[in-house]
């Protein structure tokens, strides 16, 4: 988007819905843009421009409507399909980069099952996790990841703090790369986690 506005040689008049929207919290999913008469692409579908403007759209995936529910027998029929995806995922992500990968740990389930599921394959990686300052009272689950990381004998942690965070400056950087907010708040929020990741020299970031 920021390429194709510096195209344009001037920038768009804002989009005050979108704009408002996200200010009040009411942000809903749209393929509106913070700039008027500017969409985003939509998903599983390209959009491509021809040198007389015309635009064609095609899509290259949707989901089936008519597709069954997915329904299993009791609660372990469904962990144990979960858990051959998940393993299914993590060694298809990784197979042919293990010495390129690093991840994120938030002592959540989400990126706690990842781990989980890279050490059952042998796959073992940096692991870079955001803490609440240090002396801080806010709520911080660090606890929950320590405890995975002894459990699992995992010592590859970087923990990092938001004593270098600027709200501000994170905003400004998100509106330069998505010519507006970006899509979902977290990417400004981490941020200080990113940018410890992109030093690293790592080329893959499971999160």
């Known amino acids: ?9 001037r920038t768009p008049p804002l989009n005050m819905n979108t704009v408002i929207a996200l200010l009040a919290r009411r942000q809903r999913y749209s393929h509106e843009t913070f700039y008027q008469n500017i969409y985003s692409v939509e998903p599983g579908s390209i959009t491509t421009i021809d040198a007389q403007g015309n635009t064609r759209k095609k899509l290259f995936w949707q989901l089936d409507p008519r597709a069954d529910d997915i329904i299993l027998p009791n609660d372990k029929a469904y ?20 010495d390129q990968v690093c991840g994120e740990l938030s002592g959540g389930l989400d990126s706690s099952a990842i781990l989980a599921t890279s050490a059952a394959q042998g796959l073992s990686y940096p692991l870079f996790m955001h803490t609440a300052t240090p002396g801080s009272t806010l709520v911080d689950d660090s606890d929950l990841a320590k405890l995975l990381l ?4 995992h010592d590859q942690a970087s923990f990092i703090n938001a004593d270098q965070f600027d709200l501000i400056q994170e905003l400004q ?11 979902y708040i977290l990417f400004a929020f981490s941020q200080t986690t990113n940018r410890a990741v992109a030093a690293s020299g790592k080329r893959v970031l499971l999160s």
């Open 1 to 9: 988007l920021p390429d194709i506005i510096k195209s344009l040689g």
């Open 79 to 98: 962990l144990d399909r979960f858990s051959e995806l998940m393993h299914e995922s993590v060694a298809f992500n990784t197979h042919d980069c293990r």
């Open 150 to 153: 002894k459990r699992l004998k």
């Open 173 to 183: 950087y998100c509106a330069k790369q998505f010519a507006g907010a970006a899509p």
